[in-house]
């Protein structure tokens, strides 16, 4: 087998090389994240309080309503969270704890029986 010359080595490892890196507009590298839009804001989420930390104590009050839209709306502006999801009874819900959301749970009958952040 034939030895490549060392100039010609040296070509074939700038060519592969010069493909790891990315340059913008400028000629500045680019970062990936620069080209990646943000998500999009949760629902309701332009009205929440600076913060964003649920306190479910602002939200007792809600205890015993129907889990209208308005309310749940209320109910997350009042306990300062960015979210708010209903979990109805018997419904499977994840378990992984999220400080801005406040959770409303639902009997059968769509009345709020719990608050609670998380």
Known sequence: MRQLSSGLWAACVAVLVSGCSS???QGRS???AASVPPPPPAI???TAPVGGTCSAQGAQSFVGQMATA???EQARVRSGARMARI???GQPAT???LADRLNLSVDQ???IVGVTCG
């Open 30 to 32: 680019a970062s990936p």
């Open 109 to 111: 009958g769509g009345k």
């Open 87 to 89: 979990v109805r009874a």
């Open 44 to 46: 309701g989420a332009s």
């Open 95 to 97: 378990t992984e704890y």
């Open 23 to 25: 340059f913008g507009p």
């Open 70 to 72: 308005k309310a749940t």
